[in-house]
């Protein structure tokens, strides 16, 4: 069962535009949501956080949106850049237990210079 | 940068030979996680710890085994390697406590033949 799914699967924006990447999930007890970015041959590294009682996180180029009752959340990449280029994934737990996180299926992010 | 290792970065190895995979963090972390990924696929939870001596099985079912006997030390063991254990294998560790950070090791990629 897959709780948190993620679109698009792969994604190509120009030098300058602006990236989205929207999750969804089903879990209402969630309430820890990160995005983490991958580039090859490494693991992923958190890039920014949210919980769900703000609707909007900024930090420099990067803002997740929440939208508690429709229980979705995007990433969004301003003035994109080459080095922006990687894998990017969304995911989401709980604060009970281990606090597994549940990850997307991922998005492969191209910029073209 | 976080400190968190993985050893070797890369193994190919034969069909039946057991491997032992190397995790440790510098952090202190108690909950320390193993996960399989396909390059630039979805991450899957294979095995978790909540501490010294507790290991539980992740999500995705998996033949290998893993153990807890220091706190900055979680090796995955596969007793007869397959080439269906084909992958790469991520390590993570995090701090007690809700929303913190999840940090990962570099991944170790292994190959059986």
């Known amino acids: 069962q897959q709780q948190v799914k993620q679109s698009p699967q792969s994604l190509i924006v120009q030098k300058g535009g602006i990236s989205i990447i929207n999750c969804a999930y089903e879990n209402t007890a969630f309430d820890y949501f990160p995005w983490y970015q991958q580039f090859p041959g490494k693991g992923p590294a958190l890039l920014i956080a949210i919980r769900p009682d703000v609707s909007e996180k900024k930090e420099g180029r990067f803002t997740i949106s929440f939208n508690k009752s429709a229980k979705q959340f995007s990433l969004h990449i301003m003035d994109s850049q080459p080095g922006d280029s990687a894998t990017y994934f969304c995911a989401a737990s709980t604060r009970q237990g281990a606090q597994k996180l549940v990850f997307g299926q991922g998005t492969r992010l191209t910029i073209n210079p | 940068e976080a400190d968190i290792y993985q050893t070797p970065r890369y193994l190919v190895i034969g069909t039946g030979k057991k491997i032992t995979l190397e995790c440790s963090q510098t952090?202190?972390?108690?909950?320390m996680y193993w996960y399989q990924q396909d390059p630039g696929m979805e991450l899957h939870l294979i095995h978790y710890s909540y501490g010294v001596n507790s290991t539980e099985k992740g999500d995705l079912s998996s033949e290998s085994t893993v153990s807890r006997i220091r706190t900055e030390h979680f090796p995955l063991t596969l007793e007869s390697a397959r080439p269906s254990h084909t992958s790469q294998y991520l390590c993570?560790?995090?701090?007690?406590?809700?929303?913190?950070?999840?940090?990962f090791g570099p991944g170790t990629r292994l190959t059986v033949l």
């Open positions: 993570a560790s995090r701090r007690q406590g809700w929303g913190n950070e999840q940090f």
């Open positions: 952090m202190g972390h108690d909950k």
